[in-house]
């Protein structure tokens, strides 16, 4: 069992979806990029969660955001939808890849804004691919 940090403070929120399939992709993409700790919030579709402020869920996600901030003073958001998201209705729901990313990216600049004007921080945006990569949006 390896010891866990008494640091109390993190880079990043990370919001992702609850999809298993990448998660380990994503983390292992994320510290790639430079990215190694960070706090990580799961939610059915991501973006989805935030793009919108009839969307019920949308509340609870941005006061989550609002306590990584206040708790462990992150310095960006990254926000990662990902390729074939059930929430979006799959890849199937669309006719192309094209047409895919597009949706997530319309949904994406809508989420961003939310949490702009929440916690006035960087905000990244991330498609995460079934080919294992993780795509800027
Ligand atoms: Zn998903």
Redesign the pocket.
Known sequence: MSSVSKGHTCEALVL????FR?RENVQENLKAKGIKSYDIMAF???SLGLSSDSNPAQKPLLNAITISKNLHNIQRVVIV??E?????GGSSNFVSLDEEKAEHREKMILAARAVKAEVDLPIETWLARLDGTLEAL
């Open positions: 992702m979806c609850i999809d990448f059915p579709g991501a939808d990902h074939d998201c059930g929430a979006y």
